[in-house]
């Protein structure tokens, strides 16, 4: 079975699956920090002045809490979420790096998180999750199932073996959907009135489209249901856009007004019927009025930014006119305006046709390029974003030079699985490839002699030993973990205690027999099908590139980790082909469906993961 590409950005909402995180329904910080409100409310103890618990929330790398002389167990700090409301959180950063001197092993090393959705004493507090951070680790990233949250305590279990104190750098918080990755280079975009899956929809093509540039898209709560706006939800957003379905409330209305006003940018798109946006628009100075009914026409675009070098044809329904002073038009249908962009206070607004901001679809016609184009520089003009560097691809080897080592368990013979193709091919290619001796379990990263990459099939090495392969990786090293969504659930947990390293999880996926979509990227340059039967692995990476994905789920992902990198993927991409057993019509799921672009995709993942910097 041959399956079509179909490109995909790298921000793809994620399932509630071995700690992922599901789709996207808040802004990009983090909860837990002091300059978008969060509070520091108590603390177990803490050394001095130049160490106090507040250090822990401030944003700042050059400060850090450190608990008071011999405080070395069950020390904690109470923290009051920006926003002071009650708010579901799935994942954290710690960064455990200590400053003025003081040693690496005093940072933390174990600790757990609990919440607490009204007070702060002992019994308001229900425990979240236990984690341990490697030493000088830095940032590190967990996850955890959804948890509600007004307060969150962090209580510190054990340091590195230093006999006087606990240091903990910083504390990050996420609100579920909000993966804790840095600030993208575009804006910070959040769909109200979009489906709870941001990519999919209507409105699907410009997210996708919008992630390609580097923003960040995420559908807002009240996509989901009775959950209303409200004002931790736009915190770190650059420009919202709402269609206004299914209607604002009052509060909604004056906090998206104020929202615009204070320098925020909106778009408002507006429904051929007439608009539940008129509240909202009138606030700011807009009017609209019933506008002529007729079949769709041709809409004239007018110079400015964001029409641009457009050409269209844009075709759109007849729809309410609008009108703002000192507001300059963007598009007219038979000499009536039907869009515009003009600034409100500190912020900018652009008002156009619901059909514009969806798919640019119009009842019995095809979408338009050009309308997903006008769409998308709204936004970003609108975001302050008018200009939006693309980086240069990075050229990837033709030829590869190093050393590989394969490492694979007794299981894939035992399966009637193998690599061989794949080894072969890379061999081909100036790669030298060997196969371990250790078993998964047993490797460690004395293992690796001088090879430059580790292919591994279901590592599952011991915690000690995952540490020292990931630092490995975080010198300069490259790894490609092959996923086996056949795998017992026992295994992958094992697996995902390795990833947890890297900030990776994977998971069996009930996706399957379904296109595989290719995110923009050198590893998937040239790709145009890849193909992929029976059950599918789920990649969930939080702080790298998704590259490829089945139905929503990501099948491979992509990570720079420290100066080396990463690349996790389903293992059915580098699987040799097998034959369906005697009497069945298809291969087992954990089966390998090799096409040469199969083949040339892992190839170039291997390629890319050599020509790290």
């Not at 540039?213 to 931790?232: D, E, I, N, Q, T």
């Not at 009017?287 to 009914?293: K, L, N, Q, R, T």
């Not at 399966?415 to 100036?430: D, V, Y």
């Not at 993927?569 to 090799?594: H, N, R, T, W, Y």
Request: charged share 15%; proline share 8%.
């Amino acid at each position: 079975m041959t399956l079509t590409q179909r490109r995909t950005p790298a921000c793809l909402p994620l399932a509630v699956l071995c700690g992922c995180l599901p789709a996207p329904a808040a802004a990009q910080v983090s909860l837990a920090a002091a300059r978008e409100g969060a509070q520091l409310v108590a603390a177990s103890s803490s050394q001095s002045g130049d160490f106090a618990s507040a250090n822990l929330i401030d944003g700042s790398p050059d400060t850090s809490w450190a608990t008071a002389e011999g405080k070395v167990e069950k020390q904690w700090v109470i923290v009051r979420l920006a926003g002071a409301r009650v708010v579901e959180i799935g994942s954290l950063a710690i960064d455990n790096t200590t400053t003025r001197g003081h040693p690496a092993e005093a940072g933390v090393r174990g600790f757990e998180l609990d919440a607490s959705t009204a007070g702060r004493g002992d019994g308001d507090f229900e425990r979240v999750g236990l984690f341990s951070c490697r030493m000088g680790g830095g940032r590190q990233v967990f996850t955890f199932p959804p948890a509600r949250a007004r307060y969150i305590r962090l209580l510190l279990k054990a340091n590195y073996g230093h006999a006087t104190f606990i240091e903990v750098n910083e504390l990050e918080v996420y609100a579920v959907g909000s993966s804790p990755v840095h600030r993208p280079t575009g804006p910070v975009v959040l769909l109200h009135a979009a489906a709870p899956d941001a990519m999919a929809g209507p409105r699907g093509p410009l997210a996708k489209s919008l992630t390609a540039l580097g923003a960040r898209v995420m559908a807002l709560p009240g996509s989901r249901g009775p959950a209303h706006l409200a004002a931790s939800d736009l915190l770190g957003v650059d420009v919202v856009a709402t269609c206004g379905d299914p209607g604002l409330t009052k509060d909604e209305t004056q906090l998206l007004s104020a929202f615009c006003r204070r320098g925020g940018g909106l778009v408002a798109a507006l429904s051929p019927e007439g608009s539940t946006l008129t509240p909202l628009l009138k606030a700011l100075g807009a009017s609209i009025v019933a506008g002529p009914a007729g079949p769709p026409g041709t809409a004239e675009l007018l110079p400015h930014w964001i029409t641009d070098g457009l050409t269209g044809p844009l075709r759109t329904a007849p729809g309410p006119l609008v009108a703002l002073e000192g507001a300059a038009p963007l598009a007219r249908v038979n000499g009536v305006v039907i869009a515009l962009a003009g600034r409100i206070g500190q912020g900018r607004l652009v008002v156009l046709p619901l059909d514009l901001l969806t798919d640019g679809k119009v009842e019995g016609e095809g979408s338009s390029g050009d309308s997903l184009a006008l769409a998308r520089r709204a936004v970003l003009w609108a975001a302050r974003k008018e200009e939006v560097p693309q980086p240069p691809p990075t050229p990837l080897p033709a030829k590869l030079a190093g050393q590989a080592l394969f490492l694979v368990g007794g299981k894939v013979g035992e399966m009637g699985l193998s690599f061989t193709r794949l080894e072969t091919a890379l061999r081909e290619r100036g790669l030298q490839v060997t196969e371990a001796s250790t078993p998964p379990g047993q490797f460690q990263r004395t293992d690796l002699g001088d090879a430059s990459l580790l292919i591994a099939f279901m590592p599952t090495p011991s915690p000690a030993a995952g540490r020292g392969l990931a630092e490995w990786v975080a010198a300069g090293g490259a790894m490609l973990v092959l996923g086996d969504p056949a795998s017992p659930a026992a295994e992958i947990t094992r697996v995902n205690e390795f990833l947890r390293e890297f900030g990776v999880a994977i998971a069996s996926a009930p996706a399957k027999n379904l296109t595989v979509g290719l995110a923009q990227h050198p590893a998937t340059e040239g790709i145009e099908a890849l193909s992929r039967l029976g059950d599918i692995l789920g990649v969930w990476s939080f702080q790298g590139t998704m590259l490829a994905e089945m139905a929503g789920t990501p099948v491979a992902a992509a990570y720079t980790f420290g100066r080396g990198r990463l690349v996790v993927m389903d293992a059915g991409f580098a699987l040799d082909p097998v034959e369906p057993p005697s009497g069945q019509k298809k291969p087992p799921p954990a089966s390998g469906i090799q096409l040469a672009q199969n083949e040339q995709f892992v190839i170039q993942c291997v390629a890319w993961l050599l020509a790290r910097p």
